[in-house]
């Protein structure tokens, strides 16, 4: 630990400004606030178009004064100051900072106006230039600002005067991440008084010298200077860079780290056996395994053969057969006497997997509930379900049959991760479909073993090399990258019922059609019933700007649309069935067991579907509300049709407005079904805290410059730096400083008790 940098603020900045630092920032120790970088910088001279200026938002801006009027109020006592602001050549423009890339269509001026604004009337005089820091409203079509903070630029607040006015021209503004109370200027002056107060030589530098001079860096302690106090935009560019990839080199060693702990680990070997139920498994599959995952099984043989823990990513397409590995990895287990733990996001997948996996396995599933009345021991295996929602009774015979072994597959939902449920002997955990499964989730799982268990990590999202570098860095990677034979493509249309109302009955039409050719179709809804949150599984975050929406939409749900599509004239008397989580159990698979058998030909469901539900004649999927889902539960529901051999079709229906952003998922999954470009654009309008997802939370620090999409070359460097640091000394011993950076990354909050106490 630093002394420097743990110190209290005040002891920096005084009492005032710590104060204030605190109250509106959060921050209290001088590490923390040297951290605190600005977002973005201004330059004086350029001016962007003002369409830019996001709306509803803390915006940072730079603009001239084009008039100032007072007027007094009549209705009560005061006066108002209104004052147009517009860039230098009376063209419309302004520079504008912060924010998201909502572009509407505005005016080229923007009307400021203050109340009681004494001291704007006395300064914000004609043609001087200002920064003004608040919330861009829209009043009939007249874009404005009510009492911003402003600072007037041409008595130039951010020189120590007597400077070269051409310097001060180029010299960049800062912009900090500000709140309503505490606009940028001011954080930016307590930042220069703690640049000027800090020893920054002495603050301890995590990069090696090594490292620092192939990469040319400046020294620490010049690019905190530079980040904040930059005279060119050079400056800050190359403090940005050096203090980036700090960031980068610090989470890369937590992850190198733990990889060589993990595999120094010792786990129990589970050796395949010639003539165990995996044998008589493969011996019954109806398909033969694509080469893929031909190879991928192979690879899992040989680390669950091990006795150090396999610790493995799976990624695959919806529908590249990544159960049936998974199954048979299993299976291996089971066999060499462990069991195995299959996890999935929600109750409604985990009993589905339940149903498929005893359907797949045939013969060679035992049941829990009739514990060994079917065949012998060795030629077939105990599936047995575990979760919150089963009678008590069930339940508590489940847990039992997983604490004395009796139970060879276990699947349940992170559940299954609570202190009261243990195992006799679990040697490998599945988790299925869960791409926001952090590190502490599986440190959790993998303390469930006497030894550490093997690990497989499914998810059918395609995760960028970055990603699975910071989020999945400390496991292995195997790809499925082609589908079973006979799935034939599918195409996605966007209906947008704001433009074409007329569209709503031509999708019962269309689904007529597919009906009359033999076909059947898929109905889901965001909702189940009129006053509900739908069937969102946890692990999908909700998309971007569902909060913004209009909330007194009525949304389609499931009982509404089975109603509505009872009396539909185009559908008279085709047989459709509801499908949701909330029906008993007895329902839900007599409903699946009809559709199944062709019975049923129209499902109206949820998001149950999404994973798991395989019917080949099924052709086509109506969204209803597909702005309410993100992008890759989209992609994973449209995987439910197409998959017979039968051209599949997927509409999109959305009620919004086409220049809504939220169209622009329902565009991309449109656009293409390639995962992969999917997850990239997914990813791009998500914000980078989802994408870190649970690896940042649980007292975590949040990366502040590294960039997991933008900055692949970075992370892959300090990748690489990181593995060697590590490779050569493991306890970091001659690396304190970095030892320390990553104890304080990876547990931020301890630090800080630990300072405190
Ligand atoms: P994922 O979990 O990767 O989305 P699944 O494991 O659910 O995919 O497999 C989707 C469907 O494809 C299942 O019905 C499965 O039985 C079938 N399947 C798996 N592998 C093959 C194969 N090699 N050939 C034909 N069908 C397969
Ligand atoms: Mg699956």
Same mark, same amino acid.
């Given at each position: 630990?630093?002394?420097?940098?743990?110190?209290?603020?005040?002891?920096?900045?005084?009492?005032?400004?710590?104060?204030?630092?605190? !109250?509106?920032?959060?921050?209290?120790t001088?590490?923390?606030?040297?951290?605190?970088? &600005?977002r973005?910088?201004?330059?004086?001279?350029?001016?962007? &178009?003002?369409?830019?200026?996001?709306?509803?938002?803390?915006v940072?801006?730079?603009a001239?004064?084009?008039?100032?009027?007072?007027?007094?109020?009549?209705a009560?006592?005061?006066?108002?100051?209104?004052?147009?602001?517009?860039?230098?050549?009376?063209?419309?423009?302004?520079?504008?900072?912060?924010?998201?890339?909502?572009?509407?269509k505005?005016?080229?001026?923007?009307?400021?106006? *203050?109340?009681?604004?004494?001291?704007?009337?006395?300064?914000? $005089?004609?043609?001087?230039?200002?920064?003004?820091s608040?919330?861009?409203?829209?009043?009939?079509?007249?874009?404005g600002?009510?009492n911003?903070?402003?600072?007037?630029?041409?008595?130039d607040?951010?020189?120590?005067?007597?400077q070269?006015?051409?310097?001060?021209?180029?010299?960049p503004?800062?912009?900090?991440?500000?709140?309503?109370?505490? #606009?940028?200027?001011?954080i930016?002056? %307590?930042?220069?008084?703690?640049?000027?107060?800090?020893?920054?030589?002495?603050?301890p530098?995590?990069?090696?010298?090594?490292?620092?001079?192939?990469?040319?860096?400046?020294?620490l302690?010049?690019a905190?200077?530079?980040?904040?106090?930059?005279?060119?935009?050079?400056?800050?560019k190359?403090?940005?860079?050096?203090?980036?990839?700090?960031?980068?080199?610090?989470?890369?060693?937590?992850?190198?780290?733990r990889?060589?702990?993990?595999?120094?680990? /010792?786990?129990?070997?589970?050796?395949?056996?010639?003539?165990?139920?995996?044998?008589?498994?493969?011996?019954?599959? &109806?398909?033969?395994?694509?080469?893929?995952?031909?190879?991928?099984g192979?690879?899992?043989?040989?680390?669950?053969?091990?006795?150090?823990?396999?610790?493995?990513?799976?990624?695959?397409?919806?529908?590249?057969?990544?159960?049936? %590995?998974?199954?048979?990895?299993?299976?291996?287990?089971?066999?060499?006497?462990?069991?195995?733990?299959?996890?999935?996001? @929600?109750?409604?997948?985990?009993?589905?997997?339940?149903?498929?996996?005893?359907?797949?396995?045939?013969?060679?599933?035992?049941?829990?509930?009739?514990?060994?009345?079917?065949?012998?021991?060795?030629?077939?295996?105990?599936? @047995?379900?575990?979760?919150?929602?089963?009678p008590?009774a069930?339940?508590?015979?489940?847990?039992?049959?997983?604490?004395?072994g009796t139970?060879?597959?276990?699947?349940?939902?992170h559940?299954?991760l609570?202190?009261?449920?243990?195992?006799?002997?679990?040697?490998?955990?599945?988790?299925?479909?869960?791409?926001r499964?952090?590190?502490?989730?599986?440190?959790?799982?993998?303390?469930?073993?006497?030894?550490?268990?093997?690990l497989?990590?499914?998810?059918?999202?395609?995760?960028?090399?970055? %990603?699975?570098?910071?989020? *999945?860095?400390?496991?292995?990677?195997?790809?499925l990258?082609?589908?079973?034979?006979?799935?034939?493509?599918?195409?996605?249309?966007?209906?947008?019922?704001? +433009?074409?109302?007329?569209?709503?009955?031509?999708?019962?039409?269309?689904?007529?059609?597919?009906?009359?050719?033999?076909?059947?179709?898929?109905?889901?809804?965001? !909702?189940?019933?009129?006053?509900?949150?739908?069937?969102?599984?946890?692990? /999908?975050?909700?998309?971007?700007?569902l909060?913004?929406?209009?909330?007194?939409?009525?949304?389609?749900?499931?009982a509404?649309?089975?109603?509505?599509?009872s009396?539909?004239?185009?559908?008279?008397?085709?047989?459709?069935?509801?499908?949701?989580?909330?029906?008993?159990? +007895?329902?839900?698979?007599? @409903?699946?067991?009809?559709?199944?058998?062709?019975?049923?030909?129209?499902?109206?469901?949820?998001?149950?579907?999404?994973?798991?539900v395989?019917v080949?004649?099924?052709?086509?999927?109506?969204? $209803?509300?597909a702005?309410? *889902?993100?992008?890759?539960?989209?992609?994973?529901?449209?995987?439910? %049709?197409?998959r017979?051999?039968?051209?599949?079709?997927?509409?999109?229906?959305?009620?919004?407005?086409?220049?809504? #952003?939220?169209?622009?998922?329902?565009?991309?999954?449109?656009?293409?079904?390639?995962?992969?470009?999917?997850?990239?654009?997914?990813?791009?309008?998500?914000?980078?805290?989802?994408i870190?997802?649970?690896?940042?939370?649980?007292?975590?620090?949040?990366?502040?410059l590294?960039?997991?999409?933008?900055?692949?070359?970075?992370?892959?460097?300090?990748?690489?730096?990181?593995?060697?640091?590590?490779?050569?000394? #493991?306890?970091?011993?001659?690396?304190? +400083?970095?030892?320390?950076?990553?104890?304080?990354y990876?547990?931020p909050?301890? /630090?800080?008790?630990?300072?405190?106490g």
């Amino acid at each position: 630990m630093n002394a420097e940098l743990d110190l209290g603020l005040e002891r920096r900045i005084g009492k005032r400004s710590a104060a204030v630092i605190e !109250k509106h920032l959060g921050i209290t120790t001088v590490e923390e606030l040297l951290n605190y970088f &600005p977002r973005r910088y201004l330059t004086r001279g350029e001016l962007t &178009p003002i369409s830019e200026i996001p709306r509803d938002e803390e915006v940072t801006l730079i603009a001239r004064v084009l008039s100032s009027s007072t007027r007094t109020m009549r209705a009560r006592r005061g006066s108002i100051t209104d004052v147009v602001v517009s860039d230098d050549d009376g063209k419309a423009g302004l520079r504008v900072v912060g924010g998201t890339d909502y572009r509407g269509k505005v005016p080229g001026t923007l009307k400021i106006s *203050f109340f009681n604004g004494y001291r704007a009337k006395a300064e914000l $005089l004609q043609g001087r230039r200002a920064l003004f820091s608040g919330k861009v409203t829209s009043f009939n079509g007249v874009l404005g600002l009510t009492n911003p903070d402003f600072h007037v630029l041409d008595e130039d607040p951010f020189s120590d005067g007597g400077q070269d006015p051409e310097k001060l021209a180029a010299m960049p503004i800062p912009v900090y991440p500000a709140t309503a109370k505490l #606009p940028s200027w001011k954080i930016q002056k %307590v930042i220069t008084t703690l640049l000027e107060t800090v020893d920054l030589a002495s603050l301890p530098d995590p990069v090696p010298p090594k490292v620092a001079e192939r990469e040319k860096f400046l020294s620490l302690a010049q690019a905190y200077r530079l980040i904040h106090a930059p005279e060119t935009a050079a400056d800050w560019k190359r403090a940005r860079e050096r203090l980036r990839y700090h960031e980068a080199l610090v989470l890369q060693s937590a992850l190198a780290r733990r990889r060589a702990q993990l595999a120094s680990e /010792e786990a129990t070997a589970r050796r395949p056996v010639a003539d165990g139920v995996r044998a008589a498994f493969d011996r019954s599959l &109806p398909f033969t395994l694509t080469d893929g995952q031909a190879a991928v099984g192979k690879t899992l043989a040989a680390e669950l053969a091990q006795d150090t823990p396999m610790n493995r990513l799976l990624q695959g397409e919806v529908g590249s057969g990544k159960t049936v %590995v998974a199954l048979r990895a299993m299976l291996q287990v089971v066999d060499a006497g462990g069991q195995a733990a299959l996890l999935a996001p @929600t109750e409604v997948l985990a009993a589905q997997h339940y149903d498929s996996i005893r359907r797949t396995l045939g013969p060679l599933s035992r049941d829990g509930l009739l514990g060994g009345l079917a065949g012998p021991d060795g030629a077939s295996v105990q599936v @047995t379900l575990l979760t919150g929602s089963m009678p008590t009774a069930a339940r508590k015979q489940a847990m039992l049959d997983a604490a004395s072994g009796t139970a060879g597959i276990v699947i349940g939902t992170h559940a299954l991760l609570s202190d009261n449920v243990s195992f006799y002997d679990l040697g490998l955990i599945v988790v299925d479909e869960q791409h926001r499964f952090g590190v502490e989730q599986r440190d959790a799982l993998r303390a469930k073993a006497r030894k550490p268990p093997h690990l497989l990590v499914m998810t059918a999202t395609p995760i960028p090399r970055t %990603v699975a570098m910071t989020v *999945f860095g400390d496991l292995e990677t195997s790809t499925l990258d082609e589908l079973p034979k006979g799935r034939a493509p599918i195409t996605t249309h966007l209906v947008g019922l704001s +433009e074409n109302p007329a569209w709503a009955g031509r999708i019962w039409a269309r689904a007529r059609e597919e009906i009359d050719a033999g076909h059947q179709v898929y109905v889901v809804c965001p !909702k189940i019933g009129t006053d509900d949150d739908g069937d969102f599984s946890p692990g /999908e975050a909700e998309p971007p700007g569902l909060e913004s929406d209009d909330a007194s939409r009525e949304l389609a749900s499931v009982a509404a649309v089975v109603e509505h599509l009872s009396t539909e004239p185009s559908l008279a008397g085709v047989p459709l069935a509801p499908l949701h989580g909330r029906q008993d159990p +007895e329902v839900k698979s007599a @409903t699946m067991a009809g559709f199944v058998g062709n019975s049923v030909k129209l499902l109206v469901s949820t998001t149950v579907i999404e994973v798991g539900v395989d019917v080949h004649n099924a052709t086509l999927m109506v969204i $209803l509300d597909a702005d309410r *889902f993100g992008i890759s539960q989209l992609h994973q529901l449209r995987g439910r %049709v197409g998959r017979g051999g039968l051209p599949g079709t997927c509409l999109l229906v959305t009620a919004l407005e086409p220049a809504h #952003p939220s169209r622009r998922r329902l565009e991309a999954v449109a656009a293409t079904t390639d995962g992969f470009i999917l997850s990239q654009e997914d990813l791009k309008l998500r914000r980078e805290g989802d994408i870190l997802g649970a690896s940042q939370s649980g007292g975590r620090s949040t990366l502040k410059l590294l960039r997991v999409l933008e900055h692949e070359d970075v992370i892959a460097r300090a990748r690489e730096d990181a593995q060697d640091i590590v490779g050569k000394d #493991p306890f970091l011993s001659s690396h304190p +400083e970095l030892a320390d950076a990553i104890n304080k990354y990876l547990n931020p909050e301890k /630090e800080a008790f630990l300072e405190r106490g």
